[in-house]
């Protein structure tokens, strides 16, 4: 059985852009081993990996395809569940509440492993009202990331800031720079404002502290770190940056101008198409544009419904104080109707 390989329990549209991650993650080691548990069969899998991916673009790792049932001890057991260096369970596709079952009943399985799971999981959901059901099961060794709300509330940032959507792409891949958590004892008793100072190759972002596990972005210039926590950098890769004596000679130079905050300005987008949870899409962007601001939404789905819909999840029009909601009937594919 592997020992310290990352576990992918499932298959879906999105293991190939995982797995092409996990692969330049795993570069600067000189590769590693990626094990996939699903139901599919064995020989289809890998014709597929082959299809998609030469041995450059593998970078040195090895990809491993078993067949069988996540749900199933024996088959978490085939793979060494309980000796993954991580573990990834991916959310089915299909109604939303079907899929989380699914992965809540993987997640219990791995806890009830004989040989109890001392890693790090990450749990797919498609539905953030079960998110707290999984982390309880989790123990605290599981982390959640709800794809399809994330994705809903990158869509919105993308589209209030040109250029972000490229911002998101380089830092959350493996290619270009990306973030890194880190400890190093040797920072213990430094403020944060000298982090940068023993670190020429990579960027000081953020804290998160030992004590409580909270992650600070931005922290205080002074907030003074203790040995037990971590730094957040952006770096090129995890190898690229270590700590350095600080130089001889550092100038004190004055502080930079305060930056001068635009006056925020009344926006209207347009919203194509419609999503189960549309209202708290509608809420999350009230709560990020000023007064004046208005959405256009242009669906098939009838007013009616859509109204209702927000009803149901307790969205009154009336409490969004700085955004108007107008509803549109059509085909956001047909250019009559968006004109």
């Known amino acids: 059985a592997e020992r310290g390989h990352y576990l992918i329990l499932g298959w879906t549209d999105k293991s190939f852009s995982l797995i092409r991650e996990l692969c330049l993650a795993m570069k600067s080691e000189g590769g590693g081993v990626v094990v996939i ?24 790792s090895t990809v491993v395809c078993r067949t069988g049932s996540p749900l199933l001890m ?3 057991n085939k793979v060494a569940a309980s000796d993954a260096r991580a573990i990834v369970i991916l959310a089915e596709p299909g109604p939303p ?33 079960n998110e707290g059901l999984v982390k309880i099961i989790g123990r605290g060794w599981v982390e959640t990331v709800v794809s399809h709300d994330m994705i809903g509330r990158l ?10 959507a490229d911002a998101y792409e380089m830092f959350l891949g493996f290619e270009g720079d990306e973030f890194y958590l880190s400890n190093w004892p040797a920072l213990a008793n430094v403020p944060f404002g000298d982090v940068g100072l023993f ?10 502290r030992a004590e409580t596990g909270e992650l600070l972005l931005n922290p205080p210039r002074d907030l003074v770190l203790a040995i037990d926590d971590d730094v957040l950098f952006l770096a090129e890769d995890d190898d690229t940056y270590q700590p350095t004596p600080l130089p001889a000679n550092v100038k004190q130079t004055a502080c930079p101008a305060e930056y001068q905050v635009p006056v925020p300005r009344p926006e209207s987008l347009l919203m194509c198409g419609w999503r189960r949870d549309m209202d708290n899409l509608v809420e999350l962007l009230n709560q990020l544009v000023c007064p004046g ?9 009838p007013e009616s419904v859509r109204i209702q819909r927000f009803e149901d999840s307790g969205l009154k029009m009336e409490s969004l104080q700085n955004l108007s909601v107008h509803h549109h009937i059509g085909n956001a594919t047909f250019r009559r109707h968006l004109e």
């Open 37 to 60: 548990l699903s139901a599919r069969d064995k020989e289809e899998v890998e014709g597929e990996l082959k299809e998609q991916f030469s041995p450059k673009e593998l970078c040195g």
């Open 74 to 76: 024996s088959d978490l």
């Open 97 to 129: 509440d079907k899929a989380d079952a699914q992965v809540l009943r993987t997640v219990l399985g791995l806890m009830g492993l004989r040989r109890p799971i001392r890693t790090h999981v990450v749990a797919e959901l498609r539905d953030i009202d």
């Open 155 to 164: 869509m919105i940032k993308c589209a209030r800031q040109p250029g972000l």
């Open 199 to 208: 670190f020429p190759t990579a960027i000081p972002v953020g804290v998160k």
């Open 293 to 301: 601001s208005s959405v256009h939404i242009i669906s098939e789905v």
